[in-house]
């Protein structure tokens, strides 16, 4: 336990998935987004520990700043200052275990999903130290508390109507909107569940929208603030740049390229931020 190492058993099917899915009443592929977005899909690290980050600001409220002027990377009022990932969180984490062991767990987020460690008792455990136990043990247990939260935060409506929205603000707080987890969530949606659309059967009528060529691409960039010029339907530097953009921030791998996997997710998340079935507005402007 010291370690942070347990069994690290991964899930190879897809049946513990499909399993809360139908519990939660969501996809698969929303709660596959989910994972990508807080942990890029991973479990553990190469070593077996589970992948974490360590929140100062979390460590600060929960010690309430007894640590800020011997430890100010580990304990200060501000999100951030996280360094690099991987098993270098661990040596954050050590450090800070040594100052207050039960602060510094509940100040972490474990596993696939991140959840926080203050949020142990509200997924079913009596305690820290066997949630991060379990979180070392398993990804099912990791699922298994995923799910626990979802339903203990009120949140599997907002994740069976994809409304990335209402589900960043539950899930990641109040930071969601400027670190753009909506965004991150309906583009990680539209790659899992590979329907060449990035949506539901039922989202959208027959005859709506669709991002199926450059003109529509720069029509629905635009709604999302990427600047890609007027919806001329002429791939250019500004449209390549304002793609770029996009992917950056939805962590896409950059492109700049107007392909049916980046239309795919564009149109995912422009549609997750309530724009219009039909933007005529702006693709009369350019005619």
């Known amino acids: 336990m010291n370690a942070f190492k347990g069994s690290a058993l991964p899930i190879r099917t897809d049946a513990p998935y499909r399993a809360l899915a139908d519990e939660l009443g969501c996809e698969v592929a929303a709660i596959k ?38 430890a ?5 009022p501000a999100p951030g200052g996280y360094g690099p990932g991987g098993a270098a969180q661990y040596a954050r984490l050590e450090r800070a275990t040594a100052l207050d062991r039960e602060a510094a767990l509940r100040a972490t987020s474990w596993g696939r999903f991140q959840i926080m460690g203050f949020n142990a008792e509200l ?18 247990a990791q699922l298994a508390a995923f799910g626990a939260y979802v339903r203990a935060a009120g949140l599997a409506g907002a994740l069976a109507r994809r409304d990335w929205a209402a589900f960043a603000r539950g899930y990641n707080g109040p930071d969601w909107r400027r670190n753009a987890y909506d965004r991150k969530l309906a583009a990680a949606y539209a790659r899992h569940a590979g329907d060449g659309r990035g949506e539901g059967p039922s989202d959208r009528a027959a005859g709506a929208f669709r991002v199926r060529g450059v003109r529509e ?22 449209t390549a740049a304002a793609i770029r953009r996009f992917e950056r921030q939805c ?12 239309m795919a997710a564009v149109q995912a998340v422009y549609f997750a931020l309530g724009g219009p079935e039909r933007p005529e507005a702006a693709l009369r402007g350019a005619a």
């Open 251 to 262: 962590r896409l791998p950059p492109t700049g390229a107007p392909g049916p996997a980046l």
């Open 217 to 238: 691409l720069q029509a629905a960039l635009d709604y999302l603030g990427a600047d890609p010029g007027p919806a001329d339907g002429l791939m250019g530097p500004r």
């Open 33 to 70: 987004a989910v994972a990508e977005v807080e942990s890029r899909g991973a479990a553990f690290l190469p070593d077996g520990r589970p992948t974490i980050l360590f929140e100062r600001h979390v460590f600060r409220r929960l010690t309430g700043g007894a640590f800020d002027a011997a």
């Open 72 to 76: 100010p990377d580990l304990s200060a």
């Open 123 to 140: 997924v079913g455990f009596a305690g820290v130290e066997p949630f991060v136990a379990a979180m070392c043990e398993s990804e099912a």
